[in-house]
């Protein structure tokens, strides 16, 4: 009964004093971005922080004087960090259009709110067409002037901790009594 005791005491201990990151994927939301030429991008992607692989991306336009309204769906691969390129279809081909989104800190599983990289003049955050079949090299039409991403953090909720190292605590007071009837 007292090994018992111990094990159901240090598991509660345990329980109770670590909350671990729960790694994993995240569903960000755009929030207040806006192209020069007046277009509005709305909607989600999930990020997985473990690998590093965007899904479930879920993009829409409203378009602007200079780029079409458009439903973005699918992440081109890239060779740069933070480097998000949603064109219109999959698989990417030339003259396909682009939604450019560069984060000016790495997504992770931790949420928050990151702004979204703004234009400049030696860096280009833009909506244009793939300029190759790859669509490494792309025309920018109009530059990404505002806007961020939002996300809840993956961890549980504390009340888990609490139901769990409550559930083993009587466990312990009464294990012997629900040993005796098993």
Same mark, same amino acid.
């Given at each position: 009964?007292?090994? %018992? ?9 345990? $329980? ?7 790694? /994993? !994927?995240?569903?960000?939301? %755009? !929030? #207040?971005?806006? !192209? ?6 709305? #909607? +989600? $992607? ?9 899904? !479930? ?6 378009? *602007? ?18 480097? $998000?390129?949603?064109?219109l ?8 259009? %682009? =939604?450019?989104?560069? @984060?000016?800190? /790495?997504?992770?599983?931790?949420? *928050? ?33 505002s806007g ?10 504390? /009340?888990?901790?609490? =139901?769990?190292g +409550?559930?083993?605590? =009587?466990?312990?007071? @009464? *294990?012997?009594?629900?040993? /005796?009837? $098993?």
């Amino acid at each position: 009964m007292r090994n %018992l005791r111990n094990i159901a005491l240090g598991l509660v201990l345990l $329980f109770a004093t670590t909350f671990p990151a729960w790694a /994993g !994927s995240i569903t960000w939301d %755009l !929030s #207040g971005v806006t !192209s020069s030429d007046g277009a509005i991008y709305s #909607g +989600s $992607f999930v990020f997985n922080a473990d690998t590093g692989i965007y899904s !479930s991306i879920d993009i829409v336009s409203t378009g *602007g004087s200079l780029t079409p309204a458009d439903t973005y769906t699918y992440q081109v691969p890239s060779v740069e960090d933070n480097m $998000f390129l949603v064109p219109l279809a999959s698989p990417p081909a030339v003259g396909v259009w %682009l =939604l450019n989104l560069e @984060f000016t800190t /790495g997504l992770t599983d931790a949420g *928050g709110t990151i702004p979204i990289a703004l234009s400049s003049a030696q860096h280009t955050i833009a909506v244009g067409t793939c300029m190759d079949a790859a669509c490494t090299t792309f025309h920018p039409v109009s530059d990404i002037i505002s806007g961020s991403v939002v996300a809840q953090p993956s961890t549980p909720e504390p /009340g888990t901790f609490v =139901l769990l190292g +409550s559930a083993v605590l =009587l466990l312990a007071v @009464f *294990g012997k009594r629900l040993l /005796g009837v $098993f």
